[in-house]
């Protein structure tokens, strides 16, 4: 999704925010630019619709400068992709903008402002609060008051800074559903809408919240609230590193975050400890645990498939009803209230702005018990949640989610089994053989790693391949959902997954010798079952990809045998580990039909506006 990066320096601030952008370009994007007001106290811009290299190749050309910028990545969604709609926009080349999110009344406005003399350069919904803006700032001649009084207006969600060229020490800032977080150097201020992009130059930062509209200068910054406050927010100190966004020695961040798997589940295991403790969720949630007689996961994307995993271990180790929803579908059904209902959300950003709405929704009907599970601290969706467990997979840049997906998969499973210790669910036994399985999984993923080299020979298969599609039963169906979404997302190859016992349901009309046939078939899981699926195909003449740790005597029937490094692990584990093998076929497939891996056409990392 579009991202926003700038600030105020005594320096150049050209190449931060440059450098910013390039850290902003795993959000997805398909146009780029800059604004600085230069030496003149002239605004000047550059904007292309390519890469951020690109555009740090035409700034160096026409020798950008500036003390005073903002910087932009844009995710078209109003108005095609074509340098006229890339931002910052201009309104009488005085004020420039940088926006993310949608204004969903902007037509409206956009007559409005047409009928005050306004001519519009662009199609997109940004263009009318720069606007807007300056039609306040003529009266005033003052930037902040006249943003206040702007978003007033604005309806939707947005993230935006503004600047104006008869002000070369101030930037203004205001949020409302869409992340926005204020950097604090030395003699200097930046914003953007990631951390990540801050991390070069400062790890002290001030995350806003909804409703805020923050001036920024050198050395000072002052903060509004909603209803209009001057306040304070606390100033953070994030431990990420700059270097932790960075490739290394790995060609794609995504085979980067595969590796990383192994690591980012032992350190999320060690955030856990040894004992399933309640407390690690928050001081009330015993209390909730205890009380609470149903289970709502809401969630996007990859995400929901973590949550239709955690279905099963719910309801199966804690023993309580689970029900999983797509946060965008949830909020506009007609739900009955239920006050005793564990709301669980499930984000990788904890920004994503289907998901916030949702969890809003819930709390405005009273179900309050909410719970965020969530990789970053300070995201929006922790701060809004009542309960929060962190995932510890660190920085995350490929579009296409790896380990963010196996460390919720760990948290989940925790979750699962405290929720089963504290309704008196768990036997100490039980508990300790858990625990004890846990601490396998590190290894467990390094040895299915090893598998690389099996699966970039069968990769070559897929080059030409336009669809597949991907069975499993139990907890493998979200596997092979999670593994149908990584081969499309980033290969572009139609792929679909199916509870293999809907096969005879209509799916079996699709086979035939073109159509691949990903089976994932453990043998502690429903094998018997899987195993007349696999002959349903076979004598249809379909093409078989097995993924399975049995030596079963139909192996030798397949096209293609995976064999899974697994001897006597409890099937609770299965789900982690026999992603890896799918994330490696998505990988090695876009590799060989050459597509951009980690920024693919059309897709945005953090999706946030609805």
């Keep these: 999704m579009c991202g926003i990066v700038g600030g105020v320096s005594e320096r150049n601030v050209v190449p931060i925010i440059l450098e910013g952008l390039s850290r902003l370009e795993y959000r997805g994007y398909d146009s780029v630019g800059i604004a600085v007001i230069n030496d003149k106290q002239k605004l000047v811009r550059e904007r292309v619709t390519d890469r951020v290299k690109e555009l740090e190749n035409i700034c160096k050309k026409h020798q950008l400068k500036g003390l005073i910028g903002i910087g932009h990545t844009r995710w078209a969604t109003h108005g095609v992709v074509t340098e006229a709609n890339a931002h910052p926009h201009f309104s009488h080349d005085e004020l420039a903008i940088v926006h993310n999110g949608i204004i969903e009344n902007y037509v409206e406005i956009k007559e409005d402002l047409i009928n005050k003399g306004y001519v519009f350069r662009s199609d997109t919904d940004s263009e009318v609060i720069v606007h807007l803006i300056h039609s306040y700032y003529t009266k005033n001649n003052d930037l902040l008051s006249a943003t206040k009084l702007a978003v007033k207006k604005l309806h939707g969600a947005y993230a935006i800074a503004v600047i104006c060229k008869n002000n070369i020490h101030e930037v203004v800032c205001a949020r409302l559903g869409s992340p926005l977080v204020l950097g604090i150097g030395i003699n200097e201020m930046f914003f953007a809408s990631d951390i990540a992009a801050l991390l070069p130059i400062?790890?002290?930062?001030?995350?806003?919240?909804?409703?805020?509209?923050?001036?920024?200068?050198?050395?000072?910054?002052?903060?509004?609230?909603?209803?209009?406050?001057?306040?304070?927010?606390?100033?953070?100190?994030?431990?990420l590193l700059a270097k932790q966004s960075e490739l290394g020695q790995y060609r794609h961040y995504m085979q980067k975050e595969i590796f990383e798997q192994p690591t980012a589940i032992a350190e999320t295991l060690q955030s856990l400890g040894n004992i399933f403790n309640p407390k690690l969720f928050g001081i009330e949630a015993k209390v909730i645990f205890e009380?609470?007689?149903?289970?709502?996961?809401?969630?996007?994307?990859?995400?929901?498939?973590?949550?239709?995993?955690?279905?099963?271990?719910?309801?199966?180790?804690?023993?309580?009803?689970?029900?999983?929803?797509?946060?965008?579908?949830?909020?506009?059904?007609?739900?009955?209230?239920?006050?005793?209902?564990?709301?669980?959300?499930?984000?990788?950003?904890?920004e994503t702005a289907d998901t916030l709405a949702c969890v809003k929704h819930m709390q405005e009907l009273g179900m309050v018990n909410t719970l965020a599970v969530c990789n970053v601290p300070e995201s929006s969706l922790v701060r809004l949640s009542k309960l929060k467990i962190l995932t510890q997979a660190g920085p995350e840049i490929g579009v296409a989610s790896t380990k963010a997906f196996t460390t919720q998969l760990v948290v989940l499973l925790y979750l699962a089994a405290t929720l089963a210790k504290v309704r008196g669910n768990l036997t100490t036994s039980d508990e300790q053989k858990i625990e004890h399985d846990f601490k396998k999984l590190p290894q467990l993923v390094l040895e299915a790693l090893k598998l690389e080299p099996e699966i970039k020979k069968i990769s070559k298969e897929f080059e030409h391949k336009e669809h597949a599609l991907f069975l499993g039963r139990n907890t493998m169906y979200p596997i092979a959902m999670e593994g149908a979404l990584k081969l499309k997302e980033i290969s572009y190859i139609h792929a679909e997954a199916y509870a293999a016992g809907e096969l005879k349901h209509g799916p079996l009309a699709l086979i035939d010798k073109n159509m691949p046939s990903i089976i994932i078939m453990p043998k502690d899981i429903?094998?018997?079952?899987?195993?007349?699926?696999?002959?349903?195909?076979?004598?249809?003449?379909?093409?078989?990809?097995?993924?399975?740790?049995?030596?079963?005597?139909?192996?030798?029937?397949?096209?293609?045998?995976?064999?899974?490094?697994?001897?006597?692990?409890?099937?609770?584990?299965?789900?982690?580990?026999?992603?890896?093998?799918?994330?490696?076929?998505?990988y090695h497939t876009a590799l060989i039909k050459g597509t951009d891996v980690d920024k693919p056409r059309n897709l945005a990392k953090s999706v946030t506006v609805e």
Aim: with cysteine; charged share 25%.
């Design 291 to 350: 009380e609470i007689d149903q289970v709502q996961i809401i969630a996007c994307g990859t995400s929901y498939n973590a949550g239709l995993v955690a279905k099963y271990w719910i309801e199966e180790i804690a023993k309580l009803e689970c029900n999983v929803d797509i946060a965008s579908e949830y909020r506009y059904r007609k739900i009955p209230i239920n006050n005793k209902t564990l709301i669980m959300s499930i984000s990788q950003s904890g």
């Design 202 to 239: 400062t790890n002290k930062v001030i995350y806003l919240e909804d409703g805020d509209i923050a001036s920024i200068e050198l050395a000072n910054y002052k903060i509004y609230d909603k209803t209009d406050n001057l306040i304070e927010r606390a100033v953070v100190t994030s431990d």
């Design 526 to 586: 429903l094998m018997s079952k899987m195993k007349s699926n696999v002959q349903e195909i076979l004598a249809r003449h379909g093409v078989i990809y097995l993924l399975t740790d049995s030596d079963d005597e139909i192996l030798s029937k397949c096209h293609k045998v995976l064999q899974m490094p697994l001897t006597n692990i409890e099937s609770y584990l299965l789900p982690v580990i026999y992603t890896i093998p799918l994330q490696l076929l998505a």
